[in-house]
């Protein structure tokens, strides 16, 4: 298949775009870079061997999209194509609202224009909020009250209400839980910019000597060591979703968790990392982070039984992917 692929220059897409390559598919990106770089494409061309065709746009733009459609005509699309983080959004939340909702409508409108039958949307374990856990696909949504939160439930909406009267399409709703790790090759990862809001590249920041020390946000969850659970996935192991999901699409809507299914508490994952990579993470207490929840890990049921798909990579991989990719990524380069 061709597979349109936005955001295809970011960490997720990025490696995504490695495992559609590395599955005979051809590849299309259309990135803005807003949060990423070109330079990419030439890292994914050295992984795989095949270059993809880059475009450097706004996934919003309906003139754009529609020249690219009708160029390609691609068989699929996999939107990853968005601002993610959360505590910007509650700071500019038009901004969110308007670049992640306009992109999914722009986007999925020109599927339907142009024929296109297969939609793959990045969604997040955050519609699932204060849910119990594990987190099932048929819970109530109930996202975090953040704009960012809000933007993957309202376009799970949207995406949902548009497949009901277009009954040829495939939509697919991944929810991802904590992505973590890099590529093996140490060519692509995750490279934030300033100060990491997420766990791992705060901790390898830390190893690496930019940051003084991680700062645990709470002991006192109850957890079974009080830090907060979370589900990590290994980057590549999310990647290899996509592909099964594509490669499994009939019509219809369908939503999957991706994760691993199982908890890792800040303590436990900062001890991962020490064994994994021999290096010790200094870290303190300190107060708990508004609007964190204690727990978030997934049922992955549905993703084995229909997708074929289940995490293979464990905590320890995570932890050496993701060292070896930030010893080898110079900021700013
Ligand atoms: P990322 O920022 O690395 O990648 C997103 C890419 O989209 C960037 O390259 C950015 O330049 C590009 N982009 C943003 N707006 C655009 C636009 N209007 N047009 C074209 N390109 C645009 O983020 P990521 O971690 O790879 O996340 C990919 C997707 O997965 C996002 O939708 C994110 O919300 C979702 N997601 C991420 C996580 C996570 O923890 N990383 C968890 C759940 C869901
Ligand atoms: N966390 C932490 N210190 C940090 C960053 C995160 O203790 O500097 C904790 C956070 O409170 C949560 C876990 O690590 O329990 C994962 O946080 P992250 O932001 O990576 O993911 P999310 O909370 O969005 O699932």
Redesign the pocket.
């Given at each position: 298949m061709l597979i349109l692929v936005t955001g295809g220059t970011g960490y997720i897409g990025s490696h995504t775009c490695v495992e559609l390559l590395n599955s005979k598919h051809d590849v299309i990106i259309v990135d803005n870079l807003v949060n990423s770089k070109a330079e990419t494409v030439d890292r994914i061309e050295a992984i795989t061997g095949k270059r993809p065709l880059f475009y450097q746009a706004d996934a919003a733009d309906d003139n754009v999209m529609d020249l690219i459609f009708a160029t390609h005509k691609p068989d699929g699309v996999i939107h990853f194509a968005g601002l993610k983080a959360?505590g910007e959004s509650v700071e500019a939340p038009l901004a969110y609202y308007r670049n992640n909702l306009l992109s999914t409508i722009v986007l999925i409108d020109n599927c339907i224009r142009h024929g296109v039958r297969h939609f793959v949307f990045s969604s997040s374990?955050?519609v699932y909020g204060d849910n119990q856990v594990p987190f099932l696909e048929t819970m109530e949504l109930r996202p975090r009250t953040n704009p960012y939160g809000e933007t993957k439930a309202m376009c799970e909406r949207i995406l949902t209400d548009v497949a009901r009267v277009n009954p040829g399409l495939s939509v697919t709703l991944l929810r991802y839980?904590?992505p973590?790790g890099a590529h093996e090759s140490g060519l692509i990862g995750e490279a934030p910019q300033g100060i990491?809001?997420?766990?791992?590249?705060?901790?390898t920041q830390v190893a690496k000597g930019i940051l003084k020390e991680?700062?645990?946000?709470?002991d006192d969850?109850p957890t079974p060591d009080g830090?907060?659970?979370?589900d990590?996935i290994h980057v590549v192991d999310l990647a290899e979703g996509h592909v099964a999901a594509l490669e499994k699409a009939v019509p219809g809507v369908h939503i999957y968790n991706l994760g691993t299914g199982r908890g890792t508490?800040?303590l436990e994952?900062v001890r991962a990392f020490e064994e994994a990579n021999g290096l010790k993470i200094p870290c303190r207490i300190?107060e708990?982070?508004p609007?964190?929840?204690?727990e978030?890990y997934a049922d992955v049921t549905k993703a084995r039984e229909e997708l074929g798909w289940e995490a293979k990579r464990g905590v320890f991989e995570m932890c050496r992917d993701a060292w070896r990719f930030e010893q080898s990524y110079e900021a700013g380069e």
């Amino acid at each position: 298949m061709l597979i349109l692929v936005t955001g295809g220059t970011g960490y997720i897409g990025s490696h995504t775009c490695v495992e559609l390559l590395n599955s005979k598919h051809d590849v299309i990106i259309v990135d803005n870079l807003v949060n990423s770089k070109a330079e990419t494409v030439d890292r994914i061309e050295a992984i795989t061997g095949k270059r993809p065709l880059f475009y450097q746009a706004d996934a919003a733009d309906d003139n754009v999209m529609d020249l690219i459609f009708a160029t390609h005509k691609p068989d699929g699309v996999i939107h990853f194509a968005g601002l993610k983080a959360v505590g910007e959004s509650v700071e500019a939340p038009l901004a969110y609202y308007r670049n992640n909702l306009l992109s999914t409508i722009v986007l999925i409108d020109n599927c339907i224009r142009h024929g296109v039958r297969h939609f793959v949307f990045s969604s997040s374990a955050t519609v699932y909020g204060d849910n119990q856990v594990p987190f099932l696909e048929t819970m109530e949504l109930r996202p975090r009250t953040n704009p960012y939160g809000e933007t993957k439930a309202m376009c799970e909406r949207i995406l949902t209400d548009v497949a009901r009267v277009n009954p040829g399409l495939s939509v697919t709703l991944l929810r991802y839980f904590n992505p973590v790790g890099a590529h093996e090759s140490g060519l692509i990862g995750e490279a934030p910019q300033g100060i990491p809001n997420n766990l791992m590249p705060y901790i390898t920041q830390v190893a690496k000597g930019i940051l003084k020390e991680l700062r645990i946000f709470g002991d006192d969850y109850p957890t079974p060591d009080g830090t907060g659970v979370r589900d990590y996935i290994h980057v590549v192991d999310l990647a290899e979703g996509h592909v099964a999901a594509l490669e499994k699409a009939v019509p219809g809507v369908h939503i999957y968790n991706l994760g691993t299914g199982r908890g890792t508490s800040v303590l436990e994952l900062v001890r991962a990392f020490e064994e994994a990579n021999g290096l010790k993470i200094p870290c303190r207490i300190a107060e708990r982070r508004p609007g964190d929840i204690a727990e978030c890990y997934a049922d992955v049921t549905k993703a084995r039984e229909e997708l074929g798909w289940e995490a293979k990579r464990g905590v320890f991989e995570m932890c050496r992917d993701a060292w070896r990719f930030e010893q080898s990524y110079e900021a700013g380069e």
